[in-house]
């Protein structure tokens, strides 16, 4: 865990830094906000702030309620380090976003228990993070988060013209293998077809789990005809090999439904829409009698 220290005063910054190094952190230092502000956004790994109340130009307050009223930056566990003690300072500053407070001059035992608690927080954080953004049985994205990527790439394609195709694809009488085979061979079914899914896709293209033995891709750069032959290649890939589990071998097909943006739209382009068109297309290709691609 990185620590990030912002503090304008460079024997107070120093000491900082210093013990916290001899904890075992990793720690950037800084001597005013906007310098702080930046690295917030170069540092991939920076998740606790100790942030000097009073600072020149932005200051730890106004600092901290940047930091939390952004979504784009990531969380991070934020203590105000201050000389400040009395009550409506200490809640104005947690009003402000802050989780913790050290006061100055700081002593480097309780600096050390307040920064364990503060990592073991930001550990929850992550894992909560990472529950939320993926699905826990196909490692694949939640349907959160593909909705929430979806709509970005939307708006990317808009701005920029490229293509973009959404496919929704569902396994085929999944329900009849998990009343052959049990639900743990369904379970190993959806785990095999989204490794296959994965494993024929771009690095770029990205996957979700929608629903029960539902999954939505998300295709950037990929217009309608070279679509068809990645869902072909997708689907061939989940029929060309039965899926082992427990012994027995379990035969799957998956259907594929397409939508593609046309470059003639006039509406702006909605990710919702796509999904409904590709829905309807997995509905015709289900009635075409499954086991195949429909645009
Ligand atoms: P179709 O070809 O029309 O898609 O038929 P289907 O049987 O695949 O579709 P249906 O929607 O009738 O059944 C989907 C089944 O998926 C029902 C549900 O019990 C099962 N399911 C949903 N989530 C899971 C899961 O996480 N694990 C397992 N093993 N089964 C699941
Ligand atoms: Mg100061
Ligand atoms: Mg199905
Ligand atoms: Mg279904």
Redesign the pocket.
Known sequence: MDILIAEDDPVSRIRLQRVLESFGYRVTAVENGAHAWEAFDRAEGLMVAILDWMMPDIDGIELCRRLKSDPDKRYHYVIMLTVKNRTDDIVGAMDAGADDFISKPFNADELKVRVRAAARIVRLQEELLFKANYDG?TGTFSRRMIMDMLAREAKRAQRTGASLTVAML???????I?DRYG?SA??AV?QVVSQRVVKELRATDLVGRYG??EFVLILPDCALAAAVEVAERLRQAIRSVPVESGGEWVNVTASIGLAASSSSAESPLDGQAMLDSADRALYRA?EGG?DRVQS
């Open positions: 049985l569902d396994i085929d009488y999944f329900k009849r998990n639900h369904g379970d959806l029960g033995e289900k499954r």
